[in-house]
């Protein structure tokens, strides 16, 4: 089973507004990895936070993780259409020294110029 | 520097015909992962290989199989196919077994008849 759950399944914005996506998960982590999904195609590595780590910033994208309750969110600012995609959270935890991945169902993102 | 690729793009099969997928991971990567995205969820973990051996299994039953040769590149397997092998299949790549961030190819979309 999947680690990690997204909420919302579903966000649809205008231009130019902020996009919250939220993930929750189960067991301890070692880092948590958001990537992109543009129409069923591959993925694409947006931002990475450790575990010691609170808070991340790449561009217009702002990562949050809080280990006591086990979440994290992606905000996304000023989005522009183009930022149209699905979005997945990673859960990343060593297991016999391989780091192992597990993502979440995904919040689908649409932004309507 | 070419990223992951994978072959084929698009696969039609039908009912317990056996099927090859093949991953040649980004230059300088070493470590594959092959996974399992149904339509409209989140990439579920097939297994992982390294030094041309397969490290960590998700919970997928034994018709799906792997390879990996000496220069790192990947094959998956699946026979007998079922109507619900039916999914994007996806190929990550990165540098050593311990690394954060894994890259991935666009997939290999397989339809099952």
């Known amino acids: 089973s999947q680690q990690g759950e997204e909420d919302p399944q579903a966000l649809s914005i205008q231009e130019g507004e902020n996009a919250t996506m939220n993930c929750s998960y189960k067991?301890?982590?070692?880092?948590l990895q958001w990537y992109r999904q543009n129409s069923g195609r591959g993925l694409v590595h947006l931002i990475l936070?450790?575990?010691?780590?609170r808070e991340k910033h790449s561009g217009r994208l702002r990562v949050t993780l809080d280990t006591s309750k086990k979440s994290s969110s992606l905000l996304i600012t000023a989005s522009r259409a183009a930022d149209t995609a699905s979005y997945f959270c990673a859960t990343g935890g060593f297991v016999s020294n391989f780091n192992k991945f597990y993502f979440g169902s995904g919040t689908k993102l649409n932004v309507k110029p | 520097d070419a990223g992951v690729t994978q072959s084929p793009t698009h696969l039609i099969k039908t009912r317990g015909q056996q099927v090859t997928l093949r991953c040649s991971p980004k230059s300088g990567h070493d470590t594959v992962s092959w996974y399992q995205q149904a339509l409209g969820q989140g990439p579920q973990f097939i297994f992982q290989y390294y030094e041309e051996e397969e490290r960590q299994r998700g919970n997928f039953p034994d018709r799906f199989s792997g390879h990996q040769f000496p220069n790192y590149s990947s094959e998956l397997n699946v026979n007998a196919l079922l109507l619900g092998d039916s999914a994007l299949y996806l190929c990550?790549?990165?540098?050593?077994?311990?690394?954060?961030?894994?890259?991935f190819g666009p997939g290999t979309r397989l339809t099952v008849l």
């Open positions: 067991t301890s982590i070692n880092n």
């Open positions: 936070i450790r575990s010691n780590e």
């Open positions: 990550a790549s990165r540098r050593g077994r311990a690394t954060d961030t894994q890259y």
